[in-house]
């Protein structure tokens, strides 16, 4: 499992960090999951989520992030996961989706899930698998 960070770049959970402007413009205009997405919501949902900030060490600007839902204690939920297009290819989105699965690893949570539709590969890197038991799984509301 990787856990590599790229060099010149580095990941912070400081919320005092987090471009909420950028955050939006990416999730709203360019991630399929999220498009449209007012501000207001967008907002409400960083500050009730642990939030993840890929940033260029040199300059300080904010190239990717990653929102976790949990209670930290038995659930996790990984979303909201972006990197800035001119930052990809360099791994950054493993080594996040890893950063968030190391800072969790303290609360023994039972599970973390995420939903992908391109970047299984991604995740793979960092330990996720497929549900080995979809069947199991339900959901309410837009899938």
């Keep these: 499992m990787s856990t590599d960070l790229p060099g010149g770049y580095e990941i912070s959970t400081e919320p005092s960090r987090l471009d909420a402007e950028l955050i939006h413009q990416w999730l709203s205009k360019d991630a399929y999951w999220a498009l449209g997405r007012s501000r207001e919501k ?36 990984l ?42 590969g991604v995740y793979a890197k960092a330990g996720f698998e497929p549900l080995a038991k979809p069947g199991k799984w339900m959901a309410l509301g837009e899938q």
């Design 79 to 120: 979303c909201d996961v972006y990197i800035a297009p001119e930052a990809r290819g360099r791994g950054l989105g493993t080594a996040l989706a890893a950063a968030v699965r190391d800072q969790l690893a303290p609360h023994g949570l039972r599970r973390i899930l995420l939903a992908t539709a391109d970047a299984h």
């Design 42 to 77: 967008q907002d409400s949902a960083i500050a009730a989520s642990l939030n993840f900030g890929v940033y260029e060490t040199a300059s300080g600007a904010q190239v990717g992030y990653a929102r976790v839902v949990t209670d930290r204690a038995t659930f996790a939920w």
